[in-house]
């Protein structure tokens, strides 16, 4: 079974690579906010100690976030990681000319997807999911300067040990389902931290980045 899908999956990204890629990245997207929300759900139970027999305490799947979410997968993480993963392998190979899979060819990969490509996706993911939330504009912001930090930390201590792997071992044209299947987790992480709202170990890493800046002395 799961060689025929990988066959079909081969045959899809053969003939329509960009389809595809967008098809898988707003499909696991959304699963990965589904297991958010069962993460989420079952830790709320926990604080508050109900049991999960309850009727009123059964989880529910919020469809409407789900499909929120998943068009963050259709609509970014698809197309532009399709064209950032085509364009970052012809970049570093004919304007840098580095060996492919050299440890200079990986190692810059991975440094630029984590400094170009790692911030964007947090920074669309945040402000996106605010707005389509139905929040103002300084609600975003507000939610920016909450979990933006937060993710940005967690994620710089996975990440690059992924894309070590994903640049150096699995060709150009499967790096997006490699990632795609790291987002399923990455979604459900993402999506979690912004159910967060305000929770005590945000607040820490926002405050302890906050007393390591400059302050203005008194003339």
């Not at 309850?54 to 799947?61: G, K, M, Q, S, T």
């Not at 790096?175 to 987002?183: P, S």
Request: aromatic share 16%; net charge positive; with cysteine.
């Amino acid at each position: 079974m799961m060689l025929k899908l990988w066959k079909w999956y081969q045959n899809c990204l053969a003939f329509h690579p960009l389809k595809t890629q967008v098809i898988s990245s707003g499909v696991l997207w959304g699963i990965g906010d589904i297991a958010a929300q069962y993460i989420t759900d079952t830790t709320v139970k926990k604080r508050l100690q109900l049991s999960v027999t309850d009727a009123d305490a059964e989880f529910r799947v919020n469809w409407k976030r789900v499909a929120i979410t998943s068009a963050f997968g259709f609509g970014f993480v698809g197309p532009v990681g399709h064209f950032w993963y085509e364009g970052l392998d012809r970049f570093i190979r004919l304007k840098l000319l580095f060996q492919p899979k050299s440890a200079r060819f990986v190692a810059t990969k991975v440094a630029l997807d984590g400094i170009i490509f790692g911030p964007l996706d947090l920074l669309v993911f945040f402000t996106y999911m605010g707005f389509a939330s139905g929040k103002s504009f300084p609600q975003v912001k507000q939610d920016l300067k909450r979990d933006f930090l937060p993710a940005l930390i967690l994620e710089g201590g996975v990440w690059p040990t992924v894309q070590i792997i994903n640049f150096r071992y699995i060709p150009v044209r499967y790096q997006l389902l490699y990632v795609n299947i790291f987002c399923l987790l990455d979604s459900a992480f993402l999506s979690w931290i912004e159910q967060q709202q305000d929770a005590p170990w945000k607040q820490w890493l926002t405050s302890f980045n906050s007393s390591k800046e400059p302050r203005d002395h008194p003339k």
